[in-house]
């Protein structure tokens, strides 16, 4: 399965945008076409610093579109007061069993350091 993101940026302490990514697979044929998440029962996030250590651990994400296969994480505060480079991935849950995505590495988050501190 492919996911058309490359490198998410966000601003240290913000909560927009969302993490949005679309599932897509590739067909015999070789195109890319959505995953369908009709069977999907659950969706988590979760995210680690570049020594492994977690920062956010199972929380609950959310199916977009189903027949898109677009999924979403919405930031909490306190995800991003952190800055630094980070890895994320999602996990969807279904009756047949689990698929974490992306299948390779993980989604590279970059939490950019903010000039003024802001802590709302």
Avoid at 10 to 39: F, G, H, M, W
């Amino acid at each position: 399965m492919q996911q058309n993101i490359n490198n998410f940026l966000i601003k240290q302490n913000d909560t927009l945008p969302t993490l949005k990514i679309e599932i897509k697979y590739r067909t015999y044929l070789d195109s890319l076409v959505p995953y369908c998440l009709s069977a999907v029962t659950a969706v988590t996030y979760s995210m680690a610093d570049d020594c492994g250590n977690l920062k956010i651990s199972s929380a609950s994400a959310h199916t977009l579109c189903i027949a898109g296969g677009t999924i979403q994480y919405s930031w909490l505060p306190g995800d991003t007061d952190t800055h630094g480079n980070f890895l994320g991935e999602f996990s969807l849950f279904s009756s047949g069993g689990t698929i974490t995505i992306p299948t390779l590495d993980g989604l590279k988050i970059s939490v950019v350091k903010s000039i003024n501190g802001n802590n709302f």
